[in-house]
């Protein structure tokens, strides 16, 4: 099992920026993808950006210009820094890891709210 608490959730004003942590414990695969989703009222889950273990991170087109995804691999640690932040992206952001080769094998965290007003 693998654990994913989130954290930097909040309050921002439209033109903010939030930075969203996740940190894994538990019996984390080596060769993985941490990622980031968000899910807003009414919609689904949708894909925010993602980085492996030994690669680039991928975007959105939604995010691209605006959010920063990144990690820490001896730490286990991703991060989400979001800049220039419009009212189209409140919702809660949930944490995400796979196995880079087995995506079937997954987790997902319980999600921090993200709120924008304009």
């Known amino acids: 099992q693998v654990q994913l608490v989130e954290s930097g959730g909040g309050l921002v004003q439209a033109g903010g920026s939030l930075r969203l942590s996740c940190a894994a414990s538990?019996?984390?695969?080596?060769?993985?993808?941490m990622g980031w989703y968000r899910q807003a009222p009414g919609k689904q889950r949708e894909f925010v950006a993602s980085i492996p273990s030994g690669g680039s991170a991928n975007y959105a087109d939604s995010v691209k210009g605006r959010f920063t995804c990144s990690r820490d691999n001896p730490e286990n640690t991703v991060y989400l820094q979001m800049n220039g932040l419009k009212s189209e992206d409140t919702a809660v952001y949930y944490c995400?890891?796979?196995?880079?080769?087995?995506?079937?094998?997954?987790?997902w965290g319980q999600g921090t709210q993200v709120t924008v007003s304009s």
């Open positions: 538990g019996h984390i695969f080596s060769n993985n993808t």
């Open positions: 995400h890891i796979r196995h880079t080769l087995i995506p079937e094998v997954s987790y």
